[in-house]
């Protein structure tokens, strides 16, 4: 039992460590909404490419 405050003095700076790492989201609701609706212009953009990519892949593969 020598060392049960070592042990524990260890705890709390662990846990205080893991506190300050959850902080969590930082952004507010106006600023969450507008950057959700910044990634869904940026996945529909790369989604409208793929497609082009594949009709154009469709059509090449039509003429062979």
């Known amino acids: 039992m020598a060392r049960g405050n070592q042990r524990d003095k260890a705890?709390?700076?662990?846990?205080?460590?893991?506190?300050?790492?959850?902080?969590?989201?930082?952004?507010?609701?106006n600023?969450?909404?507008?950057?959700?609706?910044?990634?869904?212009?940026?996945?529909?953009q790369k989604q409208a490419a793929a497609a082009e990519k594949k009709a154009a892949e469709a059509a090449g593969a039509a003429k062979k």
């Open 31 to 44: 600023e969450m909404q507008r950057e959700k609706e910044r990634v869904a212009a940026i996945m529909q």
């Open 11 to 29: 705890r709390e700076k662990n846990q205080k460590e893991l506190a300050a790492k959850k902080g969590g989201n930082q952004m507010g609701g």
